[in-house]
């Protein structure tokens, strides 16, 4: 079913169009809170509240023809809103880090080459050099596969802006991939 | 076309690992974007490197994403389902006209009494639940057992008449999880299965009924009249007209179709196809002469191409594919 139809459906008030957007998008919700906080009961919340929200404030709910980006954007919403309630009351406990986590496989790209520890470092490295912000729209494009208008939307920022994010982080991930390539052939002639 | 190709004669790796007709193909490796760019390639054998060098970078945006697990999912929907209970519903049809609480209550009485009297009206309460090709489904049922559909099953029930009998009616493939109560029957042309609180997943289609035990007891049926079945965790039978089979199931493991792979050993590679046709909803046609033959191996519903040299491969057969019409003719190699 096209993603304006079920809307339409959920928006007449079809019980069955709120449990199927549920089940359809549940895990991709899930997966993307995660990488806000580590506190996965949190997370769980979260969604709750924003499929109480849509079902509750449907008649008044806009039109969208991407339910994904607009689950997406609310509950990147909520999960802000959460956090920072969160740090405002209960400063003394280890307050949820608001980074955007991201793990980068080094496994795909040197598949056929022999990896050490300091290649690991290197990206690792690499990954923690980029902004949450960055983080984040790297994450929403190439995971998510959504537009650079949809990361925009979802991010509330400019198209220019979630293009730069995207942009810079490319670079910077490019460097330490000449950095790691480096590496190898430094190996490689130490070792044969 | 010609503009296509002269776009990207002056991109850098970082240009290429933003473009989305790029990464389409690095990621899906669909048929066209695979198409284009292997002419790409020929044409521009001096960016050879810069494209290897996008490719890495694609590629190296990749991680492990955090899976909750069915247990979890079916908590919190039935969490946002008891909040969707507790609040009164009170449809507003003017969002900017205010109602006094008297008329809040006169709103809610006329709902109700609306919804009376078309209950009422309207007897017949048999739900079907569909799942399309392709489409897998989870359905709870009014006493929280939940079924969940593999692709091109479908599933009826008398809603009104659920609380003296649990009973379904069942075309296709599904697990059913299912709440402790009185018995729970599911009906297939195949036969019945019965059971009390459990899990247990039911194939029933061409006449072959296929049962296996993830937890609890479940009794099989079949429609010839033979003697009942009793399963016990870890155990399944399959049914056909002429014999039963017992085999062994691991309940650690979800059920295949479940996480979307599709496990045969030595089944008729007509039915291997007819459930790749509902998981992609595509229409195989087979060479007359292989039709009698049996399959051993899997094939998962994520990836075509790849579910058809899986299948393809190790039998020496050969497929052609058209995406557009989504017509796949398999025949001898």
């Given at each position: ?108 790209v ?56 995207t942009y810079?982080s490319l670079k910077h991930l490019k460097q330490y991939l000449s950095?790691?390539r ?11 | ?7 990207y004669d002056h991109y850098l790796a970082e240009d290429f690992a933003q473009d989305?007709?790029f990464i389409?193909?690095v ?14 390639l020929?044409?521009h054998?001096e960016k050879n490197e810069v494209i290897t060098e996008a490719r890495s970078l694609v590629q190296l945006i ?272």
């Amino acid at each position: 079913m096209e993603d304006e139809e079920l809307w339409n459906m959920l928006k007449q008030g079809h019980r069955d169009a709120l449990e199927k957007i549920f089940r359809q998008y549940v895990r991709i919700l899930y997966a993307y809170g995660n990488r806000f906080t580590q506190d996965t009961a949190l997370v769980e919340d979260c969604i709750q509240d924003l499929f109480q929200e849509i079902w509750h404030k449907r008649d008044t709910l806009g039109a969208t023809d991407s339910i994904k980006r607009y689950l997406l954007g609310a509950l990147r919403y909520g999960i802000i809103r959460k956090l920072r309630q969160g740090a405002s009351f209960s400063s003394l406990q280890d307050t949820p880090s608001r980074e955007f986590q991201l793990t980068l496989s080094v496994e795909e790209v040197l598949m056929a080459e022999e990896q050490t520890q300091l290649e690991r470092t290197a990206l690792q490295n690499a990954i923690l050099k980029l902004t949450p912000r960055q983080r984040e729209a790297v994450y929403l494009r190439y995971f998510q596969q959504l537009s650079y208008d949809e990361v925009a939307k979802v991010m509330h920022i400019s198209y220019q802006a979630a293009r730069n994010l995207t942009y810079q982080s490319l670079k910077h991930l490019k460097q330490y991939l000449s950095a790691i390539r480096a590496l190898c052939i430094v190996g490689s002639t130490l070792f044969f | 076309m010609t503009n296509e190709h002269h776009r990207y004669d002056h991109y850098l790796a970082e240009d290429f690992a933003q473009d989305s007709w790029f990464i389409q193909w690095v990621k899906a490796k669909d048929q066209n974007s695979r198409a284009f760019w292997d002419k790409w390639l020929v044409e521009h054998p001096e960016k050879n490197e810069v494209i290897t060098e996008a490719r890495s970078l694609v590629q190296l945006i990749h991680s492990q994403e955090k899976e909750p697990s069915q247990a979890q999912i079916e908590r919190i929907w039935q969490q946002v389902e008891e909040g969707l209970e507790n609040q009164p519903k009170v449809v507003i049809m003017n969002p900017t006209r205010q109602y006094g609480s008297w008329q809040k209550v006169a709103i809610v009485a006329a709902g109700l009494a609306l919804f009376v009297i078309s209950f009422l009206l309207l007897r017949d309460t048999t739900r079907i639940i569909r799942s399309e090709p392709g489409q897998q489904i989870s359905y709870t049922l009014p006493d929280r057992s939940v079924v969940t559909l593999n692709a091109g099953s479908e599933i009826a029930f008398d809603a009104s008449d659920w609380e003296n009998q649990r009973r379904v009616r069942l075309v296709g493939e599904a697990f059913f999880e299912v709440e402790p109560g009185s018995r729970f029957q599911v009906v297939s042309e195949g036969g019945s299965v019965e059971v009390l609180g459990t899990s247990f997943n039911v194939y029933a289609r061409n006449e072959r009924l296929g049962v296996a035990c993830y937890s609890g007891k479940v009794k099989v049926s079949a429609t010839q009249g033979r003697a009942a079945q009793l399963l016990t965790p870890g155990s399944g039978i399959i049914v056909t007209e002429h014999e039963i089979t017992s085999f062994s199931v691991d309940i650690q493991q979800k059920v295949e179709w479940r996480t979307g792979s599709f496990i045969y050993d030595n089944v008729p590679l007509s039915e291997v196809l007819e459930e790749l046709e509902r998981q992609y909803n595509l229409e195989v046609e087979l060479h007359a002469e292989i039709q009698d033959k049996n399959y051993s191996g899997q094939f998962t519903n994520d990836d075509l191409t790849g579910a058809l040299q899986m299948i393809c491969l190790p039998m020496e057969l050969t497929y052609e594919l058209d995406s557009t019409t989504k017509k796949v003719i398999i025949r001898p190699e």
